[in-house]
């Protein structure tokens, strides 16, 4: 399992290489990285992490936040909800001259692979809605492909 998630980094990492020449750079797939990359460390091997095909990302223009969620299947905010739609992983991090973990679990059970309590509250709560973004990106072969964005909605 562990093999496996270090070669999804590897390819994924290496996919992002060109997205680093363009002019207009994306700042999100490196974040994305910094989560596999963090649950590549937590010594857990329980998550269906070969499963992932879409990523969404969670930002307030001018904030600090960021929240990215791990699925299989859409979560119905771009389109509908997968029937075998599958939550696999969530990060919470924090921009403060890199991109700070402050959470990191799965997103349906108990488990927390990083917990930092008091750092902050997350991107998706009350004070956001309809002000926050919302990314989506296909996650595949290690390679992230921006898929679009939009208010985020908190349906």
Not at 46 to 67: N, S
Request: proline share 4%; charged share 25%; with cysteine.
């Amino acid at each position: 399992m562990r093999f496996i998630l270090l070669i999804i980094i590897l390819m994924f990492q290496l996919g992002c290489a060109d997205q680093r020449a363009r002019p207009f750079l994306d700042p999100f797939p490196p974040l994305i990285a910094s989560c596999l990359n963090a649950y590549s460390t937590s010594g857990d091997d329980g998550q269906d992490i070969e499963d992932i095909d879409r990523v969404f990302v969670v930002y307030v223009d001018k904030g600090k936040f960021v929240d990215i969620f791990f699925s299989h299947g859409d979560t119905g905010s771009f389109d509908k909800k997968k029937d075998d739609y599958k939550g696999i992983l969530s990060c919470s991090g924090i921009l403060d001259g890199g991109f700070n973990i402050y959470q990191l679990r799965d997103p349906h059970g108990a488990a927390y692979f990083i917990d930092k309590p008091g750092i902050g509250k997350g991107v998706i709560n009350v004070d956001t809605c309809g002000i926050a973004r919302e990314r989506m990106y296909l996650f595949e072969s290690g390679k992230v492909n921006y898929q679009g964005e939009k208010i985020f909605d908190c349906h």
